[in-house]
């Protein structure tokens, strides 16, 4: 059984960050789903359909590593699978948020099929947990979109298993998934690659 204490702890970081995401209008109209980890085997996740500016500790329920609900008649996230093959994989991942901004979704759809968003160059990478300078390159896959939540779910861990030091990814058309060490360094992931999508959009309007 998990720690209803931190359980609290985490659902409060939850909401927090929606108050926070949602006013940046990075999680409109209900989109969006986040979760913290609260032990080895429980993490804490949105539950599905709800107002992301407008959380409540109700809105969030715990599940087992598997996405199965523990103690709650809720139903999770519709991408629980997004988040739970995360912290299958990477047992220091301690936070996942998924975001629909406007800028990711449109740089998402002009990003061609197959192909990675590479980002070289830019101070602001240093904002990622092990980039040191801006001589590296931080790789964002985009991953084509489906309802097919559980082959999507197989499709990332593959490949973060290949790169596990890249810090997120796209799914075309609907919006991006990023993950941290602790909520804040996830919080600011989303910052950091939010400002590196509008620089690259900017790029395109200005040297098309
Ligand atoms: C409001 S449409 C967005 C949803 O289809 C989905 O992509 C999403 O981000 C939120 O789903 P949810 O089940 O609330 O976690
Ligand atoms: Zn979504």
């Known amino acids: 059984m998990f720690d209803v204490n931190q359980y609290a702890v985490v659902a409060e970081s939850i909401v927090n960050a929606g108050r926070f995401l949602y006013g940046r209008g990075w999680s409109p109209a209900t989109s969006s789903n986040y979760s913290a980890r609260i032990d080895s085997g429980h993490i804490a996740i949105t539950v599905s359909g709800r107002h992301k500016g407008q959380l409540a500790a109700g809105d969030v329920m715990v599940i087992d590593l598997q996405g199965r609900p523990v103690q709650s008649e809720c139903r999770a996230s519709a991408e629980t699978l997004l988040h739970t093959a995360l912290y299958q994989e990477f047992p220091d991942v301690g936070a996942v948020l998924h975001t629909h901004s406007v800028n990711a979704t449109v740089l998402s759809r002009l990003v061609p099929a197959g192909e990675l968003l590479a980002f070289e160059g830019y101070e602001l990478q240093k904002a990622f947990d092990g980039v040191e300078t801006h001589e590296s390159v ?14 999507l779910a197989e499709e990332t861990r593959e490949w973060f298993m290949e790169h596990p030091a890249q810090p997120g990814y796209l799914i075309r058309g609907h919006g991006l998934y990023t993950w941290g060490k602790t909520m804040a360094d996830c919080l600011r992931h989303v910052e950091a690659l939010e400002f590196l999508f509008e620089c690259e959009l900017v790029t395109m309007r200005v040297r098309p």
């Open 138 to 151: 931080v790789t964002i896959p985009v991953f084509e979109n489906t309802q097919n939540i559980e082959t």
